[in-house]
């Protein structure tokens, strides 16, 4: 198992104020971190790759849609630049040296049509996906779809739904990732959710219900950790917290009040908790 931290706790863009905290987290015990890809170019990226490589960091990407590069859109200029858009993913992660670009870059996040997706909708952002994976592949990239709550999107909101995409994306570098946050609010159980998504499943996002440190709330953790184990699931878990240090993203994300002590407690205490419960399965 892999361990990583995902970044947009503490910003939606790396940069130099943010190296010594990559070498906090390396002491801490994280294998790597995930790091947001929402703007710039691949040659933006080269000084990040050159600061993991000097702190022994290996890492994910996590990226999104917008309304402007929605795959959904029924407007082929629109979904023209969503493929340019996520095929310029794929070059950052190439300078990252990533192994897997995740999120829910199916769909515009926070844009709804007032129903759920229509089959000219989902084979709109399969065709869209299917560029990108191709692109990937050059880079041996592996994408991890990322299903979202109700709340959020409305294009892709279960592991059932997000496995259907993969098959239909049908492509080898496009896989999927389960999040325990969204399926606390989407499946009837953590459970059946990893089983649906065990066959395509590429990456794993460890969220605490309230998006605060894992371990602290409601979410069935003996069941996620247990069919985790049981599918043989052997690859990333990336914590995934949220707080209000970016008003953009805390806007987003619903965050109105603090859901932890601090930043330093969610990855110190998430690492152990999952290190605690992997070992126990």
């Known amino acids: 198992m892999k361990y990583g931290m995902n970044l947009l706790l503490w910003s939606g863009s790396v940069g130099p104020d943010h190296y010594q905290l990559l ?41 999104i849609l917008t309304a402007e590069t929605n795959a959904v859109s029924p407007d082929p200029a629109v ?37 759920g997706p229509t089959a000219d909708e989902v084979n709109r952002s399969a065709d869209v996906l299917r560029e990108m994976a191709e692109h990937a592949k050059g880079a041996n990239l592996m994408l991890g779809i990322e299903y979202l709550n109700r709340f959020e999107c409305y294009a ?27 399926a606390h609010i989407e499946e009837k159980s953590q459970a059946d959710g990893i089983r649906v998504a065990a066959p395509h499943l590429a990456h794993v996002h460890v969220s605490e219900n309230d998006r605060g440190t ?17 599918v043989g699931y052997d690859g990333w878990l990336v914590i995934e917290s949220f707080g209000r240090a970016l008003p953009d993203l805390a ?31």
């Open 23 to 63: 070498a906090d987290l390396k002491a801490a015990g994280f294998d790597g971190v995930e790091v947001p890809v929402f703007g710039g170019t691949p040659a933006d990226y080269r000084p990040l790759a050159a600061e993991l490589k000097k702190n022994g960091l290996k890492c994910t990407t996590v990226t």
């Open 79 to 115: 979904r023209k630049k969503a493929v340019e858009w996520l095929k310029t993913v794929v070059d950052v992660n190439h300078v990252l040296g990533a192994e897997t670009v995740v999120g829910p870059y199916h769909s515009a996040i926070g844009v709804f049509s007032g129903t």
């Open 156 to 182: 892709l909101t279960t592991a059932r739904q997000a496995a259907e995409l993969v098959k239909k994306v049908n492509h080898p570098n496009f896989r999927m990732m389960f999040d325990s946050f969204h």
């Open 214 to 230: 894992p371990g602290t709330g409601q979410v069935r953790w003996d069941e996620f950790f247990g069919t985790l184990a049981e």
């Open 251 to 281: 806007a987003a994300t619903r965050v109105w009040r603090d859901l932890f002590p601090s930043p330093q407690d969610v990855y110190t205490r998430g690492l152990a908790f999952m290190k605690q419960k992997t070992a126990a399965k």
